[in-house]
């Protein structure tokens, strides 16, 4: 028990170190995202209002530049799932802590229940929110996923460049706006 305490207290206190961390880049990347898609709009409204393109067009270039866009979307979006993770992860490990500890004390006691069918009913239920806390919990891992696989770190990084791109594009299309 107390090696399980030590882990747990470790535990807590890298997520104490990471979770700021995590705030501050998810901060960043919502802002970066957001900042793309007011650049984006801004091209649309550059070709369609001023320039005198087809709406299709401007559409498909504002489509385009919102691809990259919507990768941003997605990192903030897994960062933003990974600051609630220790929250998940405790739930689950109090929750199954109690079952096991109730199990273990009720099999020392020599109470074997019996299953009727209003026991069996509670057992699923217990299955079925056990079920519920697993699958969040599993959302938060694909999440993670997001923010190790290296070809979607790659994408990303291109992401930030793209939107620095786009202040310059846009800054651009600002002065071609006022001559």
């Known amino acids: ?6 882990k ?9 170190r990471l979770l700021p961390l995590v705030d501050s880049v998810s901060d960043k990347v919502r802002f970066a995202a957001l900042l ?6 801004w ?7 001023l320039k005198g ?3 299709t067009s401007a559409l498909i270039v504002a489509g385009v ?6 990768i941003l979307l997605r990192f903030w979006w897994a960062l933003e799932e990974l600051k609630d993770l220790p929250n998940i992860a405790g739930r689950m490990m109090t929750d199954a802590k109690g079952e096991i500890q109730e199990t273990v004390q009720g099999i020392r006691a ?10 069996s009913a509670k057992s699923l239920w217990s299955i079925g929110s056990l079920a519920t806390e697993a699958r969040e919990l599993l959302g938060s891992y694909i999440s993670i996923g997001t923010l190790v696989n290296p070809l979607s ?12 791109l786009l202040i310059l594009v846009g800054l651009v299309l600002l002065i071609l706006a006022f001559f």
């Open 36 to 41: 793309g898609v007011g650049l984006d709009v």
């Open 1 to 6: 028990m107390v090696a399980t305490s030590d």
């Open 53 to 55: 393109l087809s709406l």
């Open 65 to 70: 530049v919102l691809l990259p866009l919507l």
């Open 43 to 49: 091209i649309f409204i550059w070709l369609f209002f």
């Open 153 to 164: 770190l790659i994408l990303g990084f291109l992401s930030l460049l793209f939107v620095l």
């Open 110 to 119: 020599g109470q074997v229940k019996k299953l009727s069918f209003l026991s």
């Open 8 to 16: 747990q207290q470790r535990l807590l206190t890298i997520f104490e």
